[in-house]
T-cell receptor
């Protein structure tokens, strides 16, 4: 079955440093990937997405990298700020257009 | 505010109670979803509604009963729940079922079953 998971449960990062969150997916047919951010007491919020015909996409302070060869996805956050403290989920679209979510990775920004 | 509003934000109910969760979206979307989020587990898809018709029910126990009276409103009726049903229940919407553009989530209802 589909499996989307995150390598590290918690990432502590100094304010101002860059953060990298990794995600592995198992379905080679997946063609659309999304990163969500979930702050305490809120629902997941869309951050950035990427399609399988791309290997990199940039947003404001965030970059998503896709390596289809090893089925690996990463989210890079530049100049991490206290407001970036949250749980980050990767999700991929598979099968009958279902979104499969990973377990989540907690990012803690140290002032 | 994301455009998807869930009420109540918190709910404590006994195992013999009947309660309902409400979700409302103001985005003009035509698909709505219920997800369950438990600690240290991936989000679990419970129900999918597209154009007010239920198109998916992922083996959810019958003590959870969804209702979608129109494309803007979604309810989850709860009765005789178990303590293991305690979780964050998230509603989401999208333009088209299984949208290629992701979903917009509400803030969730934190449910505690005692």
């Amino acid at each position: 079955g589909e499996s989307v998971g995150l390598h590290l449960p918690t990432l502590s990062v100094q304010e101002g440093d860059n953060s990298i969150i990794n995600c592995a997916y198992s379905n080679s047919a997946s063609d659309y990937f999304i990163w969500y951010k979930q702050e305490s007491g809120k629902g997941p919020q869309f951050i950035i997405d990427i399609r399988s015909n791309m290997d990199k996409r940039q947003g404001q302070r965030v970059t998503v990298l896709l390596n289809k060869t090893v089925k690996h996805l990463s989210l890079q956050i530049a100049a991490t700020q206290p407001g970036d403290s949250a749980v980050y989920f990767c999700a991929d679209l598979y099968g009958n257009n279902r979104l499969a979510f990973g377990k989540g990775n907690q990012v803690v920004v140290i002032p | 505010e994301t455009g998807v509003t869930q009420t109540p934000r918190h709910l404590v109910m006994g195992m013999t109670n009947k309660k309902s969760l409400k979700c409302e979206q103001h985005l003009g979307h035509n698909a709505m979803y219920w997800y369950k989020q438990s600690a240290k587990k991936p989000l679990e898809l419970m129900f999918v509604y597209s154009l007010e018709e239920r198109v998916e029910n992922n083996s959810v126990p019958s003590r959870f009963s969804p209702e979608c009276p129109n494309s803007s409103h979604l309810f989850l009726h709860l009765h005789t729940l178990q303590p293991e049903d305690s979780a964050l229940y998230l509603c989401a919407s999208s333009q088209g079922a299984y949208s290629n553009y992701g979903y917009t989530f509400g803030s969730g209802t934190r449910l505690t079953v005692v």
